[in-house]
């Protein structure tokens, strides 16, 4: 399978397994057919209270990142220098990660945007890359977003229950 086709259907599975789940609870959500800037899909209730959502899956073991989506950088010659956090378009905007298990487990880990930037701040070192100084990639685990697992309740909070 070409791996652009696999990229597709992972973002398409992890998508609808996000609006799914938010549908269990009594969510209405939908995914945009196209790509959207900043978001994924948007959740709302019968009150009129919607929610933007960025949605990232993965099949393992990483998602991975432009280290300057989060923050400045300054190249001198080969070193690069991190210069602080660069700014974020929507810090406050919701993301759900997907990691995606053969098994059909599938976990999910929600948390804010800004989560992400201050994660890459504290753990992105600049200097001289090894393989490519130019290289401004960037990964976060699973494991490193265990805290953030099924935290269903950052979405929740802002909808009426059903009744």
Not at 82 to 94: H, Q, R, S
């Amino acid at each position: 399978m070409r791996s652009g086709y696999r990229t597709q259907l992972t973002r398409q599975i992890g998508e609808h397994l996000v609006v799914a789940k938010l549908g269990r609870l009594g969510i209405l959500a939908t995914p945009f057919a196209g790509n959207v800037p900043d978001y994924d899909l948007v959740a709302c209730d019968t009150a009129g209270h919607s929610l933007p959502i960025q949605v990232k899956a993965i099949n393992g073991p990483s998602w991975q990142f432009s280290a300057t989506s989060f923050l400045k950088i300054e190249f001198q010659g080969n070193r690069q220098v991190v210069k602080g956090k660069a700014e974020l378009t929507n810090p406050g905007l919701i993301c759900v990660f997907v990691f995606l298990k053969p098994d059909e487990q599938d976990e999910f880990y929600i948390f804010r945007k800004r989560f992400l930037q201050n994660h890459f701040l504290k753990r992105y070192k600049g200097g001289i890359r090894p393989r490519n100084p130019k290289s401004i990639h960037c990964a976060i685990w699973p494991k490193e977003l265990k805290r953030y697992r099924d935290n269903w309740k950052l979405i929740t909070k802002y909808f009426a229950p059903v009744t």
